[in-house]
């Protein structure tokens, strides 16, 4: 079946440091492959998306790229901020009509 | 926009009784899905329905029942809540239009509590 593994957080950065937080997947032919960030009490909202490997999503700063040879989709950031505090999701769509999220990893961004 | 609205945000039930949440979404979505939010968990499907009159089990269904209503309204019943189902609740939709991967919209949540 489809799984996703995400690095366990939480992860604390001061502000402007480089983020990564990392996400390989396990899945049969070409998901697509998404990242979601939860702000507190709210639900979650899309980051970025790839459909195709070698694919880049962008939003906000935030890069990720579809490796399909090391079946990852790593989130980055060069400069984070107070306001990146979040938690973040990595998931993963094949068809079935349903989504698979990782565990989610938790940020904290100290001024 | 309200996009996917949830009720209520917040609910206690004690072992055994019963509770329906409720999601209505106003993007003219097809899909509709019930999530739940375990701590290091991530989030499992429920149960999800594909269109308006279908509804189809998934990851962890046990102990839950949906109804579509209609396009707009997806709702979730715990007919005997049980400890094991504290958790926080998200309805999502998404339109689906052939074979694009459309992103899902969530609502804010709802957080139950089971003692």
């Known amino acids: 079946g489809n799984s996703v593994t995400q690095m366990e957080g939480p992860v604390t950065l001061s502000e402007e440091a480089f983020l990564t937080i990392n996400c390989t997947y396990t899945?049969?032919?070409?998901?697509?492959l998404f990242w979601y960030v939860q702000y507190p009490g709210e639900g979650l909202q899309l980051l970025l998306k790839a459909t195709k490997a070698d694919d880049k999503g962008s939003n906000k700063g935030f890069e990720a790229t579809y490796r399909k040879e090391t079946t990852s989709f790593h989130l980055e950031k060069g400069s984070v901020q107070v306001s990146d505090s979040a938690v973040y999701f990595c998931a993963l769509y094949n068809a079935g009509n349903m989504l698979t999220f990782g565990g989610g990893t938790r940020l904290m961004v100290k001024p | 926009n309200a996009g996917v609205t949830q009720t209520p945000k917040f609910q206690v039930l004690k072992t055994g009784q019963s509770m329906t949440l409720q999601c209505a979404q106003d993007m003219n979505h097809n899909s509709m899905y019930w999530y739940r939010q375990d701590p290091g968990m991530g989030l499992r499907l429920i149960y999800y329905s594909a269109s308006e009159g279908t509804t189809d089990k998934g990851e962890v269904p046990n102990g839950y029942n949906v109804s579509r209503l209609n396009k707009r309204e997806f709702s979730l019943r715990l007919e005997s809540a049980a400890p094991s189902q504290t958790s926080v609740y998200f309805c999502?939709?998404?339109?689906?239009?052939?074979?694009?991967?459309?992103?899902?919209?969530f609502g804010n949540g709802t957080r139950l509590t089971v003692t």
């Open positions: 899945a049969t032919g070409y998901p697509s």
């Open positions: 999502a939709s998404r339109e689906v239009i052939g074979a694009y991967n459309s992103p899902l919209h």
